[in-house]
């Protein structure tokens, strides 16, 4: 009788929906595009679906990946707003698949991390529906998410990009806390 009790509690401790791993060791969600890594391409595609591109650096063993892919992703309406709104490309940070970013330089995904000054993961690059003529990805994001919040704050900044609410004198931190009051978060 106590194995048996043993056993329900190890299978109560294993997620149901466990978030499956590619080959190099991150995770991969079915919203997750494959593609070439021609970011222009990826922001035309994004824009032929009318959604946002959004890029999310990760990297293998980062537990706070692993949180967001199990934890937040995962629920209904922050999976929902990814799944409606953006058009998600996986960038490995310490990669070597081939990546063109939008000024046209080729380089692996860990130039690129780098390049951008990425330090942290995940982190999620939200672009512009229109990219000026100049400059690489992170000098022309509209914002970047560097590491893992909560579903409240992760839906929230989405629905900042997905709203264009950044085109409007609101900052970010405002919006949030506004709809935290909305959703009942906060008095």
Known sequence: MRMISMLV???MAVPV????MGDDGLHKPDWLRTTFKDLSEDLESANAEGKRLVLIIEQRGCIYCNKMHNEIF???KVDAMIRDNFFVVQINMFGDEEVTDFDGKVMSEKELSQRWGLIFTPTMVFMPDVLPQAGNGAQNAIL????AFGKYTTFNILKFVSDKVYETD??????????LKEQGVIN
């Open 170 to 179: 609101e900052p970010f931190q405002k919006f949030h806390a506004r709809m």
């Open 74 to 76: 995962p629920d209904p």
């Open 17 to 20: 929906f466990a978030v499956e």
């Open 144 to 147: 970047t998410m560097p590491g």
């Open 9 to 11: 509690a190890l299978l």
